[in-house]
């Protein structure tokens, strides 16, 4: 096992709880529509990782490439949207994350099994989280038929509060950066 060893002369910077960047891969239209007219979390596929909802990463690379995906698939310019918001809003938000996405993490692979086959995030209710985080499922069909895109995340929002959120101009911007 290696570590990284840190020079004890180069401080870490102060923590002052910076707004967080998020990047959404789409194509051209979508994202000057998107801009026009705000973000719409009723227009993802139900069949996805967390359920229908608007799916953003941290990395603008791998946004890129699911924006070139899109393109392929269905046509149009790739374009990648970057969302820059206030943490204390996303803090706000009712939450479900999952960390790690390895065959033992049964939980994040139940709940992805759940949402693809459209149901809502919580049975009891009927329900959604406003806001999912986690890794990237691949393939998702059954032990050890599973596995998740390495170093993609994910963090999608479901609810009118999640939508609310993104198209408060005080709390979210948005830009189209590719």
């Known amino acids: 096992m290696s570590f990284l060893l840190v020079s004890a002369n180069i401080p870490w910077p102060v923590w002052k709880n910076p707004e967080i960047q998020l990047y959404h891969g789409t194509i051209q239209t979508n994202a000057e529509s998107i801009l026009d007219h705000g973000v719409d979390v009723s227009k993802g596929a139900a069949t996805t990782d967390f359920g229908r909802g608007f799916y953003t990463t941290t990395d603008e690379e791998n946004a890129r490439e699911w924006s070139e995906r899109k393109a392929r698939r269905i046509g149009g310019d790739p374009a990648v949207l970057r969302l820059t918001l206030s943490r204390l809003a ?24 759940h949402c693809r086959s459209g149901f809502p995030h919580r049975p009891a209710t009927g329900d959604f989280y406003d806001v999912a985080f986690g890794p990237v499922a691949k393939v998702w069909f059954g032990n050890p038929n599973s596995a998740v895109w390495a170093d993609y995340d994910q963090i999608s929002f479901h609810t009118l509060a999640a939508r609310d959120m993104l198209n408060n101009r005080s709390l979210c911007t948005l830009e189209i950066v590719s």
């Open 90 to 113: 996303l803090g706000r938000l009712e939450s479900i994350v999952f960390i790690r996405g390895s065959l033992l993490a049964k939980e994040y692979w139940s709940f992805v099994a």
